[in-house]
């Protein structure tokens, strides 16, 4: 757990405190409040035994951290402007009140321990949110495609449901398992992470991670149920994403130690089933729909590199085989913009040759964007240019998605 460590001890445990009378009391500061004390915040120990991990510098943001986005601060644990009010300006300021000063200081640290406890930002945290918005899209292609969808309350209740299962349930189900088979590589990535830095116990991990995976399964099951199925199709999508969620985190399979099976496994999580799942609630899933989403998830096989560079180091520490890793970094960033561009062009050219020209090109003009900014950020430096460089072009390829879906629309 975070530990906050300062040179000097807390005053109520401290035997070297005594106070004969007032005078000498108010006459000597005491040494817990001393503006060159320096407050250090460090990370616990973990079970690698890779000694004491030093927290990342205060730059970013509490929101990054909380939404999940890699490289953010530990602002979800604590706040440098709060720890300096109550622990260092509070106290210096009560000082001279005697026991009061004490109180205070010891009130102060109850609020900061409440402040930075608290577990529903953490678990929040472990669910990644900011890795949700795709699962969401793909249902959003999915109801498109099937061509039943209409805007009704029902139809836009069972979306909503769609949504809720394969966003905040199965991806935050998938995304804590992952977390708590990454906690050694974290710990040498981002220490500031829940689970290596001890701001969540292993009972607490594994309670979430239950109760996501069944609260996911059970409203697949709801959804084929609302949606009339006579075999319940949504239900073993949703397991099936499920157990390949487990293979790709965990031992003995673990498929994120190959760079290829692994990130193809993630983009048909994160590209074939929602939409699969869409499309059946609404719809029948049909075979040239199954191929084209497929061929679209190695598009997601190259989105999902481009979350390795950050990680070269911990992956190769650990042994695994990420393409940065097994590649070099030169290699990985060409075979991850041909991996995205390669597999669009494929599916205009598709939809070229199925009789629908218009949006073929509205595909390609999609397409075009992605790859001036692939020149202008991520070929450059994948590793400085990754985050504004899915901002700026993956907006493009999940539209793409989209008019992909309308064309297939049934």
């Given at each position: 757990m975070v530990t906050l460590v300062n040179n000097a001890?807390?005053?109520?445990?401290?035997?070297?405190?005594t106070r004969s009378n007032s005078?000498?009391?108010?006459?000597?500061?005491?040494?817990?409040?001393?503006?060159?004390?320096?407050?250090?915040?460090?990370?616990?120990?973990?079970?690698?035994?890779?000694?004491?991990?030093q927290a990342p510098s205060a730059s970013g943001s509490s929101i990054n951290q909380l939404l999940g986005i890699k490289g953010a601060a530990q602002?979800?644990?604590y706040r440098r402007g709060l720890l300096e009010l109550f622990l260092?300006?509070?106290?210096?300021?009560?000082?001279?009140l005697d026991v009061?000063?004490?109180?205070?200081?010891?009130?102060?640290?109850?609020?900061?321990?409440?402040?930075?406890?608290?577990?529903?930002?953490?678990?929040?945290q472990l669910m990644k949110p900011v890795t949700w918005p795709p699962l969401v899209w793909g249902v959003v292609c999915g109801?498109?495609?099937?061509?039943?969808?209409?805007?009704?309350?029902?139809?836009?209740a069972k979306s909503i449901l769609c949504m809720l299962m394969s966003g905040p349930c199965l991806t935050g189900y998938t995304q804590t398992l992952n977390d708590w088979y990454d906690r050694e590589i974290d710990a040498i990535n981002e220490p500031y992470r829940p689970i290596p830095s001890g701001a969540i116990s292993e009972n607490e991990v594994t309670t979430q991670i239950w109760l996501l995976l069944l609260g996911g399964l059970g409203i697949a099951g709801v959804l084929d149920v609302w949606a009339g199925h006579k075999f319940p199709i949504i239900f073993y999508l949703a397991l099936g994403g499920s157990l390949l969620s487990y293979i790709y985190s965990a031992p003995p399979l673990k498929l994120k130690q190959n760079g290829w099976t692994g990130n193809f496994a993630l983009g048909a999580s994160y590209i074939s089933l929602p939409w699969w799942a869409g499309q059946a609630l609404f719809g029948t899933l049909t075979p040239d729909i199954i191929v084209l989403t497929i061929l679209y998830s190695t598009a997601g096989l190259g989105i999902a590199i481009i979350n390795d560079f950050k990680s070269i180091e911990g992956d190769r520490a650990m042994g695994l085989q990420s393409l940065p890793v097994a590649f070099g970094v030169d290699a990985a960033k060409w075979l991850c913009v041909g991996a995205i561009d390669i597999t669009q062009l494929s599916v205009a050219g598709y939809l070229l040759g199925a009789g629908k020209p218009y949006y073929a090109l509205t595909l390609l003009g999609l397409i075009i964007p992605q790859v001036v900014f692939q020149f202008q950020y991520f070929l450059k430096d994948p590793i400085k240019y990754d985050v504004k460089?899915?901002?700026?072009?993956?907006?493009?390829?999940?539209?793409?998605?989209?008019?992909t879906a309308l064309a297939m629309n049934h």
């Amino acid at each position: 757990m975070v530990t906050l460590v300062n040179n000097a001890p807390l005053p109520w445990l401290s035997n070297t405190t005594t106070r004969s009378n007032s005078s000498n009391f108010r006459t000597s500061r005491p040494n817990f409040v001393s503006p060159k004390r320096r407050l250090v915040v460090r990370a616990a120990e973990t079970e690698t035994d890779q000694g004491k991990l030093q927290a990342p510098s205060a730059s970013g943001s509490s929101i990054n951290q909380l939404l999940g986005i890699k490289g953010a601060a530990q602002e979800t644990f604590y706040r440098r402007g709060l720890l300096e009010l109550f622990l260092v300006r509070l106290p210096s300021l009560l000082y001279s009140l005697d026991v009061l000063s004490l109180l205070a200081y010891q009130a102060a640290v109850l609020c900061i321990i409440c402040l930075t406890t608290n577990k529903w930002k953490i678990r929040l945290q472990l669910m990644k949110p900011v890795t949700w918005p795709p699962l969401v899209w793909g249902v959003v292609c999915g109801a498109a495609a099937s061509g039943n969808f209409h805007w009704n309350l029902e139809d836009v209740a069972k979306s909503i449901l769609c949504m809720l299962m394969s966003g905040p349930c199965l991806t935050g189900y998938t995304q804590t398992l992952n977390d708590w088979y990454d906690r050694e590589i974290d710990a040498i990535n981002e220490p500031y992470r829940p689970i290596p830095s001890g701001a969540i116990s292993e009972n607490e991990v594994t309670t979430q991670i239950w109760l996501l995976l069944l609260g996911g399964l059970g409203i697949a099951g709801v959804l084929d149920v609302w949606a009339g199925h006579k075999f319940p199709i949504i239900f073993y999508l949703a397991l099936g994403g499920s157990l390949l969620s487990y293979i790709y985190s965990a031992p003995p399979l673990k498929l994120k130690q190959n760079g290829w099976t692994g990130n193809f496994a993630l983009g048909a999580s994160y590209i074939s089933l929602p939409w699969w799942a869409g499309q059946a609630l609404f719809g029948t899933l049909t075979p040239d729909i199954i191929v084209l989403t497929i061929l679209y998830s190695t598009a997601g096989l190259g989105i999902a590199i481009i979350n390795d560079f950050k990680s070269i180091e911990g992956d190769r520490a650990m042994g695994l085989q990420s393409l940065p890793v097994a590649f070099g970094v030169d290699a990985a960033k060409w075979l991850c913009v041909g991996a995205i561009d390669i597999t669009q062009l494929s599916v205009a050219g598709y939809l070229l040759g199925a009789g629908k020209p218009y949006y073929a090109l509205t595909l390609l003009g999609l397409i075009i964007p992605q790859v001036v900014f692939q020149f202008q950020y991520f070929l450059k430096d994948p590793i400085k240019y990754d985050v504004k460089y899915q901002a700026s072009a993956q907006p493009f390829l999940v539209l793409g998605l989209l008019v992909t879906a309308l064309a297939m629309n049934h």
